[in-house]
């Protein structure tokens, strides 16, 4: 139990329902070339809600989200009795890891940051947290079991979906 003076410390790991993968992954597919971007609910630890949002950007390097929409998501969020828990983008030709102006620009340090990767054959899903300009992994977790590689069967198959620490 956390004091005033010890704030909770944030979850090390991200529990996500397979269904919900499977959203954040067909977004990022139905945006490319461009990064996609959304919102996730959820509490302790857990995400339960993914919110698609806007890429004003509309780029294939870049992402933000129009801050109407930020905040008709933490409205919606308030009114479920939940939490901020993952700010999700995709890099369509990059790797899933948080490129220096993700890193400028995480100003959620309690959320977890998910990247999708759609570089290789199949996409690669990886989480960070992002404070003060560091990067630390999270571990995900689908259905209550680690990330792992599946049979991918082509198109829609996960060549590998990470736990952030490899």
């Known amino acids: 139990m956390s004091t005033p003076e010890e704030p909770a410390r944030a979850a090390t790991t991200l529990e996500l329902p ?7 992954l067909a977004h990022a597919r139905r945006h ?3 990064e996609a971007c959304g919102l996730l609910g959820g509490r302790q630890g857990r995400a339960e809600r993914f919110f698609p949002t806007t890429n ?6 870049a992402y933000s989200i129009p801050p109407g929409e930020i905040l008709q998501v933490l409205e ?5 009795r939940l939490e ?3 700010i999700f983008h995709s890099h369509p030709r990059g790797r899933a890891y948080p490129s220096a102006v993700d ?24 989480g960070y947290r ?5 990067v630390e992994p999270v571990a995900l977790r689908v259905s209550g079991e680690p990330l792992r590689a599946r049979p991918s069967g082509g198109r829609g198959g996960l060549k590998q979906l990470s736990d952030g620490n490899s």
């Open 84 to 86: 901020l828990v993952g």
């Open 18 to 24: 397979r269904a919900l993968v499977e959203a954040l």
């Open 76 to 80: 919606k969020l308030e009114r479920e």
């Open 32 to 34: 490319f070339p461009r």
């Open 103 to 126: 890193i400028r620009q995480a100003y959620y340090p309690e959320a977890v940051y998910l990247i999708a990767s759609l570089a290789g054959t199949e996409p690669e899903l990886r």
């Open 56 to 61: 004003q950007e509309a780029s294939p390097t």
């Open 130 to 134: 992002i404070r003060g300009g560091r």
